[in-house]
């Protein structure tokens, strides 16, 4: 019998969610050759008695389990040796703040199967938070937004016991003509759009977009077609495009001066065009003055992103004349939210939702094993980088398996 631990979150600062839910835990256990041992944690969003009353083994020593699932990186020190680890890794950019982690990983001869590397055929990916990110991420940027004009005010989500209550919230909300761009095409575009439909927020067409002053708030859907071209062809193919980036140029300029709100949600890398750069921000027809940059890459897609937020803290200013970082909401400067871990604002959701696509997509191989679908996801098996992940070899310190 396949052996499941649900390790507890240690990295700083602590994160909440979970990869099972004690009713998925519940299920699993009656449906399939599974057991599953929840190791004891004071931080979690379910309590271990949730997960006791549901029939699950609650303890601390899970070093019994064959795979240990979690969210966020794992600290060196609590890596257990020999084991096969699922959670958010962020090495496969070749993140630098988590180079040694993936060193440890090798070390320890430790089997890592990255979640952001489960993926469709077409290369989408198969589980995630990314919509809960999106749902909190807009609102976040509504909220700043709110706060800067002083035409209306949000409540801070998780404040809200539920995704339910949060709704509640937008009943009779009276929001100003704002002019809003969404972008991105994936899970956290979603959730964005979830939310202005929520707000009862208008979609507009391209055309009218830039050309008509409207007298109530609409927002603007950008997807990667409508972002980027060719440099030589003045086309986008979707393939061509997340192969060689570098090929192509960044549309968005055309939308500056008619933008009050960026919701921004596109994936970015190295390669990818940026939305605009930092010498933009000093022109006069830069009209954004609130960016919600839910995708979070630092000096990425958004170059005014300089660094990570905090829930309890989500919002800084950046002078639009020198780039240097301000207290948020003040004249001549841009607001930005830039929250790594959004999703924690609604941790019951965002985790039941993540088990939903863990159980659908990911179980049944889990059971089988000798998975294509896991394979192509595994960074390192046994302690050595595999075939698809060798570009890693510098970064790792370590040959390819």
Not at 204 to 219: G, L, M, Q, R
């Amino acid at each position: 019998m396949l052996k499941i631990g649900l390790i507890r979150e240690g990295k700083t600062p602590a994160d909440n969610r979970v990869a099972l839910t004690p009713e998925q835990c519940k299920w699993i256990q009656k449906n399939k050759n599974i057991s599953i041992t929840v190791q004891h944690s004071d931080s979690r969003c379910y309590k271990d008695s949730e997960y006791s009353n549901a029939g699950i083994e609650v303890k601390d020593d899970v070093t019994d389990c064959d795979v240990l699932l979690g969210i966020k990186e794992v600290p060196i020190d609590q890596l257990i040796a020999e084991k096969t680890y699922f959670f958010f890794s962020h090495t496969r950019k070749l993140q630098s703040y988590n180079q040694k982690l993936l060193q440890a990983i090798l070390d320890k001869k430790i089997t890592l199967i990255d979640y952001e590397c489960l993926e469709h055929e077409d290369g989408t990916r198969l589980i995630g938070f990314g919509f809960f990110a999106g749902v909190v991420g807009a609102h976040n940027g509504m909220m700043a937004y709110g706060n800067r004009t002083g035409k209306y005010f949000l409540n801070r989500v998780y404040k809200k016991r539920n995704f339910q209550e949060l709704i509640h919230t937008y009943f009779g909300l009276k929001l100003p003509p704002v002019k809003i761009i969404v972008t991105g095409s994936g899970r956290v575009a979603h959730g964005i759009i979830e939310i202005m439909n929520l707000m009862e927020i208008h979609e507009a067409e391209i055309d009218e977009y830039k050309t008509t002053k409207f007298s109530y708030p609409v927002y603007l859907h950008l997807k990667g077609i409508n972002l980027y071209i060719n440099k030589i062809t003045g086309k986008y193919d979707r393939n061509e495009f997340h192969l060689f980036p570098e090929r192509y140029t960044c549309l968005f300029q055309d939308y500056i001066s008619e933008t009050d709100i960026l919701l921004n949600g596109v994936y970015w890398e190295e390669k990818t065009p940026r939305l605009f750069e930092m010498d933009d921000m000093k022109k006069d027809n830069f009209r954004i003055t609130t960016i919600a940059d839910i995708s979070d890459d630092l000096n990425g897609s958004v170059p005014c992103n300089m660094g990570e937020t905090t829930i309890e803290d989500p919002v800084y200013g950046v002078d639009k004349l020198t780039g240097t970082i301000t207290p948020p909401y003040l004249p001549g400067s841009v607001d930005v939210m830039a929250v790594g871990n959004l999703p924690n604002e609604l941790p019951r959701d965002a985790s039941r939702y993540f088990g939903e696509q863990l159980i659908k997509f990911i179980l049944d191989d889990l059971i089988i094993g000798n998975s294509k679908l896991l394979e192509q996801a595994t960074i390192a098996k046994e302690g050595k980088l595999t075939k698809r992940f060798s570009y890693m070899e510098s970064y790792s310190g370590k040959g390819k398996g």
